[in-house]
């Protein structure tokens, strides 16, 4: 039946069935429309690929901040207030960009043509998430170390596989590697203080 009906339209003469897949008889109107749906799907996927993460990672944020600022005692190694604000403020950003960088990615096809891609950034974002509750958190700097290392590991092989799939979604996940190989610096002065 499904077949039928494509010879149907491919015979048809009319000015609407002539070229419904290419375009041909279709309206500037019709293009139109077709076209804002789709920019409309695209933008709906563009803001879950950046909230979910962003999301995530302020729960992270909230949860590893609310053990070190209650009534625990401060430890020798905690960093000043504001260090710990742009602390914050910066895995926000690595997650933002890593979310935008994911979600072209996944336009071109990548995860589909490649599902390693998508296991190593749901590492890569699960290994962030965890980073702020261990260290920040419960103050275990050897296991945030570990976190820090594995999340640079994924992340670079992530970079990779990004560059080869989308050059700009590479382009953007090069600030992530640069905060990732730096949280991995102050993470090892803290194991060493």
Known sequence: MASQNLKHRATSTSGEDAGVGTGAGMSNESKRYRNMGMAKRGLRSLAMA??????????????GSSHSHGSLPKSFWFLPLWALHSLHVTCMASSFLMGVSAWLVWADGGFHRNPTALSLYLAHLCLSLVWNPVVLGAGATRVGLVVCLAMFGALTRCYRIFKEVNPTAADLAKPCLAWTAFLSILNLKLVFV
Request: charged share 0%; hydrophobic share 55%.
């Open 50 to 63: 950046v909230s979910v993460p962003l999301s995530l990672t302020l729960i992270s944020i909230y949860i």
